[in-house]
């Protein structure tokens, strides 16, 4: 009897050629794979940065633990880009250059992410956006870049929807017209547009505005009775302690700049004046829920003076989803093979998002479930379900 | 008309906050002939200092707003002792970018001090926030105290401008600065006292203002810019010309957003301000000096 090894050679010189291009693939080792991370690291943009980056890094020490995927290790590098544009493009180039990360997870403040956008897409370096939420980032979608935050149109959608499925007749807009504020104003009047209906009033608040008496008493006249807040929370907090001053009590719809309803109450400072205060966040747990415990030991043993935050959660699901597709890319990875892994992802659940995670070749934004939080007042925030929108 | 009664309370009462500024800015500009870049910043630094008395330590709201406004007035002068005095004799320019510089340290200072908490404190109201009704009109009890506070510290500080030695001196400073130290009056003393005395209206507003609004780090700039519109308009160099320029500020701003449309809100103060300018370039309340060469 004769055995045939004519297939061996082939196979052989295979998986040779396989491990050749790991070998070549930058940010590849035998036993790691180094992943690179922007955000601000200091100032006050922290919160989208220093946290969800937290929070990556927990997920990747668990991994880690588990023997790492496919018997490598995950490293992951910080960079801080202060929410500066300038700094977020210093700060990829770095990532892709000097230190010749493999794949990138981060991207805290919009439009310092926006403003590095050209420079991931000309890198080709898998790109996973963990909380910035500009539109520009994933639209038009770029090959190696894709989202877990719930951008700006999916949010501004998720609004409109929401009031209108709260019986809202009359729906108004206070907004902030600066840059941020625009990203999601745009969106907003196309979504109303889909819907066929048009605000009965439209109003402005600057970030800094200490008063709001002008905008409420005009939200009044038009007999609001849903408003869509595109607000920071300073201003949203003047807004709403005006308008519990001057008795206007209509639905308060907030999105991801306000998206923790419980420091919320506490800046309105106002009992009772957040009662009808709906807000927007990325994830479907808050901090305290104890559906959260494994995650804040894990938070607060490796960052001692840290508390699990909202925050920390955007960079938990948003490693889980990353993880998923470092696995599902296979042993001899590749940037090309973890890029069909994120296109190929549908309905991936992950321990803190609202909806399951999809993403195509066409569309980037992966998560397009934003949840709904509404906290009563003195009580505990609580959960009322998610808006699936943008599909 | 009760849409304009609500109006004119609220541009009232940002105004008076205005006004308190413009005063800051006016006393240090009187005394050294610069404009202190860093009032708002003073503003902010006293704010975040009322917040840890108030809410973080828990003494009550009046002992805090004095202890606020002395460490103020200290924090004012010091920084002329360490910051500006060395540099006092070089040119303007210089002058001016200390006080930004002093700004931006101040920022810093706040920031390592009290970062990391929140995005934003509140400060909690000072007053029932219900609105009292009287007959048809609606009255919010938080602006009441706030004009009534404003209307106070102005009068304190009118009457030590009037009544003691050290405000009779820094008057004199202020007019002539040259026949004042001929006369005896150590004018660089008078320097240090017009940047705390500056500094510590600054540290009232911002005590004043903490209720009706959030404290965080960039609070400062946007007081400092309504504030120095508001001493601009009403001359720069007279105190109630600050506070009528913060006044007017403040009412324009309310009345165009009810009136016209939020948006203008912003725009509206300045619009003013360069009409009354085109029309009385020293601003409303500026004394008048021809002088003939």
């Known amino acids: ?391 | 008309m009760l849409l304009f009664s609500y109006l004119l309370m609220s541009g009232i009462t940002t105004g008076a906050l205005y006004a308190l500024v413009a005063l800051g800015i006016v006393i240090v500009n009187k005394a050294t002939g610069v404009i202190n870049f860093a009032q708002g910043e003073f503003f902010m630094f006293s704010g975040y200092v009322g917040w840890m008395l108030h809410v973080q330590y828990g003494l009550n709201y009046p002992l805090s707003f004095v202890l606020a406004t002395l460490i103020g007035f200290v924090l004012g002068m010091l920084t002329d002792r360490i910051a500006f005095r060395p540099i006092a004799k070089n040119d303007i320019v210089s002058l001016v970018l200390a006080t930004v510089g002093i700004g931006f340290i101040l920022k810093g200072l706040a920031r390592v001090i009290w970062g990391g908490r929140s995005d934003y404190l509140s400060f909690p109201p000072i007053t029932s926030p219900d609105p009292i009704m009287v007959g048809p009109l609606m009255v919010v009890p938080q602006q009441l105290a706030v004009i009534a506070g404003t209307a106070v510290i102005m009068l304190v500080f009118a009457a030590f401008f009037r009544l003691t030695r050290a405000g009779k001196m820094m008057q004199a400073t202020a007019d002539n600065a040259r026949a004042a130290l001929l006369v005896g009056i150590r004018t660089d003393q008078i320097y240090t006292l017009a940047f705390g005395t500056g500094a510590a209206i600054a540290s009232a507003a911002a005590i004043l203002t903490a209720p009706v609004t959030l404290i965080y780090p960039d609070i400062g700039f946007a007081f400092f810019l309504k504030g120095f519109a508001a001493a601009v308009l009403g001359g720069l160099s007279s105190l109630p010309g600050a506070v009528l320029g913060g006044l007017i500020v403040g009412i324009a701003e309310s009345l165009a957003g009810g009136y016209i449309h939020s948006s203008v809100m912003e725009l509206s103060p300045f619009l003013v301000i360069m009409v009354v300018l085109v029309v009385r370039p020293t601003g409303l309340l500026a004394s008048r000096r021809a002088r003939t060469v």
């Not at chain 1, 926006?114 to 038009?140: N, Q, R, W, Y």
């Not at chain 1, 505005?209 to 869509?228: E, F, H, I, M, Y």
């Not at chain 1, 607000?231 to 991801?256: E, H, M, N, S, W």
């Not at chain 1, 399951?356 to 980037?364: A, L, R, V």
């Open chain 1, 1 to 391: 009897m004769t055995i045939r090894f004519s297939g061996v050679p082939t196979l052989l010189a295979a998986a040779l050629a396989a491990s050749a291009a790991t070998a070549q693939t930058p940010g590849v080792t035998a036993d790691t794979i180094k992943i690179g991370s922007f955000g601000a690291l200091t100032g006050p943009g922290y919160l989208y940065g220093k946290l969800p980056m937290n929070g990556v890094e927990v997920v990747f020490d668990e991994v880690n633990k588990a023997g790492g995927i496919n018997g490598r290790k995950l490293v992951l590098m910080r960079e801080d880009d202060r929410c500066d544009p300038t700094a977020a493009i210093g700060a990829v180039k770095k990532l892709v250059e000097q230190d010749q990360v493999f794949a990138i997870i981060g991207g805290g403040c919009s439009n310092a992410t926006f403003a590095a956008k050209d420079t991931l897409e000309a890198s080709k370096v898998p790109t996973l956006i963990f909380a910035s939420v500009h539109d520009g980032i994933t639209t038009p979608p770029a090959a190696n870049i894709f989202s877990t935050a719930t951008t700006s149109s999916i949010e501004s959608q998720a609004q409109v929807a929401y009031a209108i499925d709260q019986g809202a007749k009359k729906i108004a807009i206070v907004s902030m017209r600066d840059s941020w504020g625009r990203a999601r104003y745009t969106p907003l009047l196309e979504a109303f547009k889909a819907k066929g209906i048009t605000p009965v009033a439209d109003e402005e608040m600057s970030p800094d505005a200490n008063d709001a008496t002008a905008q409420v008493l005009r939200l009044k006249a038009a007999g609001a009775d849903a408003v869509l807040l595109l607000l920071y929370p300073k201003p949203a907090a003047v807004f709403i302690r005006d308008a519990q001053k001057l008795g206007f009590k209509p639905l308060f719809l907030g999105q991801t700049g306000i998206a923790d309803p419980a420091a919320f109450e506490e800046q309105v400072g106002v009992p009772g004046a957040t009662a009808n205060f709906r807000t927007i966040s990325q994830v479907r747990y808050t901090p305290e829920d104890p559906k959260m415990d494994k995650w804040r030991k894990l938070v607060e043993a490796k960052f001692p003076g840290d508390r699990l935050s909202v925050y920390n959660l955007f960079g938990i699901g948003s490693a889980e989803v990353l993880v998923e597709a470092l696995k599902r890319a296979g042993k001899d990875i590749t940037r090309e093979k973890l890029i069909a892994a994120f296109d190929d992802m549908k309905d991936f659940k992950t321990e803190v998002y609202a909806a399951p995670i999809t993403c195509s070749k066409t569309d980037h934004r992966c998560n397009k479930g934003p949840a709904w939080m509404a906290k009563d007042p003195g009580g505990p925030i609580k959960v009322l379900g998610f808006t699936a929108v943008g599909q």
